[in-house]
């Protein structure tokens, strides 16, 4: 049987606050993972409360949500401009390079015609 002036030793009871401290901060740590990746902190956090190393481990490895949707976004947006037929490095489309035809004639030589 377990002598119970063990439970009461310092260093089985600092061991105890250290657990339960690490316990927290990693259930934080956790559900601050979860929320920064676009998941559900809640259901993440009570997975961490329940089994805690698996369910950071797990946190860790899924994908962020939040990266994928700006990735899927910056993607149709590069498709509608191909669609429509802009390009991206051609400055006559913009109005502060467009060229006029009083610039033409201003940029031509006085003897070339």
Do not use: C, Y
């Amino acid at each position: 049987m377990l002598d119970p002036s063990l439970l009461a030793s310092p260093i089985v009871q600092a061991f105890g606050g250290l657990g339960l401290v690490l316990w927290i901060a990693q259930l934080l740590f956790t559900t601050s993972i979860a929320q920064a990746k676009g998941l559900n902190w809640f259901f993440w956090g009570l997975g961490a409360l329940l089994f805690p190393l698996l369910a950071f481990l797990a946190v860790l490895g899924m994908p962020d949500r939040k990266q994928r949707l700006l990735m899927r976004q910056l993607g149709e947006q590069l498709m509608s401009i191909k669609e429509t037929g802009v390009r991206l490095h051609d400055r006559s489309s913009h109005p502060k390079f467009a060229r006029t035809p009083a610039a033409d004639s201003a940029a031509e030589p006085a003897g070339a015609s």
